[in-house]
């Protein structure tokens, strides 16, 4: 489809316009850097690894700071960016970099639809040492709109990975995301299961006592709020409060399990190089 047919189709859509704009970013990326430098994580992760239907308004991503500098971080973003906005897709276009620190990078991206709908997404890079290989997975990914565009293979977080890293933040006491709880559910309903040494820190009574205090606190009109404007039309009209106490409750009993002492636990020498990828 030429850019003017996706200008035309997306543009009562930003949610389409912005999707669109994340995966020519991702895809820009992919092709400038090498194999391992920059993995991708977080809720686009989740869309490259499961085709998860949440949508996101960030790409996080993370750049091996051992292996390049800032400097080069910011030449593929910013390449990424130029090559996105240059297919005209947006007007009155506008890019920030809020944040440019040698641990954390980020740009954030505005602009209007032909129909004048604002469309705003955010690029944040963690520059800090890659996680072992065992934390890491390579996937062919298809953009979710524009379905005629070219596939790329992006390096991600592996669902491991992923439900170590949602489980970290799930229980993480200053924070309260209800997506936490979304992604956690499908990536238990895949069967992933966290890398033992990356949750270790979490097996106490204190990280149980947060557990359902947290989930106490996710209440189903915050669900509505934070979850179901994220969600396809069909798919969120689909899911009940009936539902919802129900994902609380597999969530729950999962996590329960991930984080219960197991037996030997203190003389496991088996390790695992996954770090605590951020959420």
């Not at 035309?8 to 895809?27: C, M, T």
């Not at 991708?40 to 750049?63: C, I, N, P, W, Y």
């Not at 992604?183 to 992933?192: E, K, P, Y």
Request: glycine share 6%; charged share 25%; hydrophobic share 40%.
């Amino acid at each position: 489809m030429t850019v003017s047919g996706l200008v035309d189709r997306f543009a009562g859509n930003p949610d389409a316009v912005r999707e669109f704009l994340q995966y020519e970013i991702i895809r820009s990326i992919f092709v400038k850097s090498v194999e391992r430098e920059m993995v991708l994580k977080g809720g686009f992760a989740m869309r490259a690894l499961f085709g998860s239907e949440r949508r996101t308004k960030d790409v996080d991503l993370q750049h091996d700071a051992r292996r390049a500098t800032l400097s080069r971080t910011q030449t593929i973003i910013r390449t990424a960016i130029r090559h996105a906005t240059d297919t005209g897709i947006l007007s009155d276009v506008r890019v920030t970099e809020p944040k440019q620190t040698d641990t954390v990078a980020r740009w954030k991206i505005g602009g209007r639809t032909s129909i004048g709908s604002v469309v705003n997404l955010t690029i944040e890079v963690s520059r800090r040492p890659m996680p072992g290989e065992d934390c890491l997975t390579r996937v062919e990914m298809k953009p979710q709109v524009a379905s005629d565009g070219p596939l790329v293979m992006v390096d991600t977080y592996s669902a491991d990975a992923m439900a170590g890293s949602k489980t970290i933040a799930l229980l993480s006491e200053n924070r309260l995301a209800l997506r936490d709880l979304y992604d956690l559910d499908v990536l238990i309903s895949m069967r992933a299961e966290p890398p033992p040494q990356m949750i270790d820190h979490l097996r106490n009574q204190h990280a149980r006592d947060i557990l359902f205090t947290k989930l106490d606190m996710m209440t189903w009109p915050l669900f509505q709020e934070q979850v179901l404007p994220s969600l396809p039309a069909k798919v969120a009209s689909s899911i009940t409060q009936d539902d919802f106490d129900k994902m609380k409750i597999r969530v729950a009993l999962t996590i329960e399990r991930w984080i219960a002492d197991p037996p030997g636990a203190a003389m496991r020498t088996e390790a695992s190089d996954c770090a605590g990828p951020s959420p």
